[in-house]
């Protein structure tokens, strides 16, 4: 295989070199050349990969196979036109070379996908190494994992909570550590019990321009996904049904009030 073509080079994450390939039948692919610094036998190579590749799931980027020759490792991945989010998110941010936004893919659709899905235990990599490290978003972590190291759904949860607050707020999504962390959450709580006017937490940029219940809704949601304990979280679907009642009522009050152009013409 001959890679040497820069124009083709996708990028390069911790497992290697990531290029654009072309199948014979004409369909575009994504080809990870992986490292070699693993300890993963062939044979335990091969058994991972052949249970990986029988995955189909609309949210997981697809692998099509493998291909091994000269000692060197190949997988041959769906092709995501889009890029990562990172790469929409983060444009002229300058941001730590970990941050995960890099393994969701986007579709021509911007479809999101999750690659790399199940690569560590193929390598074998370290699950504590993959799992331990992180830099560059702490201050999204759930406390609870950062004291014992085992993700949830609720960590999920929690992660979800504090981008939600970050963009109620108007906070630069990567500028965040413990301390920032603390008092958004603890300031959205405060703002959430009355304790605080709502003023107090809106974007500043809004001038005020916000519709006090649907803003308050959306912050007591926030505030329960950062509940300092997973059992007072809400699961994710609770989450999204909660935040579609808001869009729900939005859409109604927009439909109820007649256009500048409508009124104006009567």
Request: charged content about 25%.
């Amino acid at each position: 295989m001959n890679f040497e073509d820069e124009k083709i080079n996708l990028g390069r994450g911790s497992a290697g070199e990531v290029y654009r390939g072309v199948l014979p039948s004409g369909q575009v692919v994504a080809i990870k050349h992986l490292i070699k610094n693993n300890t993963s036998s062939s044979d335990s190579f091969t058994r991972e990969l052949a249970g990986l590749s029988r995955l189909r799931h609309p949210n997981l980027v697809c692998l099509f196979g493998c291909c091994m020759e000269d000692g060197e490792r190949y997988l041959v991945y769906e092709f995501c036109a889009n890029g990562n989010l990172a790469q929409h998110l983060l444009k002229g941010c300058v941001v730590h070379r970990d941050i995960k936004l890099t393994n969701i893919l986007l579709t021509e659709k911007y479809e999101a996908k999750l690659s790399d899905f199940g690569l560590s235990r193929m390598m074998g990599m370290e699950e504590s190494k993959v799992f331990t490290d992180v830099r560059g978003t702490i201050g999204y972590m759930d406390p609870e994992y950062m004291s014992n190291a085992k993700l949830t759904c609720a960590s999920d949860v929690y992660s979800f909570g504090i981008v939600a607050l970050q963009i109620l707020s108007g906070q630069k999504v990567i500028e965040l550590d413990l301390d920032a962390r603390d008092q958004l959450t603890r300031k959205a709580r405060d703002v959430s019990l009355g304790k605080r006017p709502l003023s107090d937490f809106v974007d500043s940029r809004l001038k005020g321009q916000v519709d006090k219940d649907d803003f308050g809704d959306i912050l007591q949601i926030a505030v329960l996904c950062v509940a300092k304990s997973s059992t007072g979280r809400p699961t994710i679907g609770v989450v999204f049904d909660e935040l579609d009642k808001v869009y729900g009522n939005i859409e109604a009050r927009n439909k109820a009030t007649p256009s500048t152009s409508t009124s104006s013409s009567n």
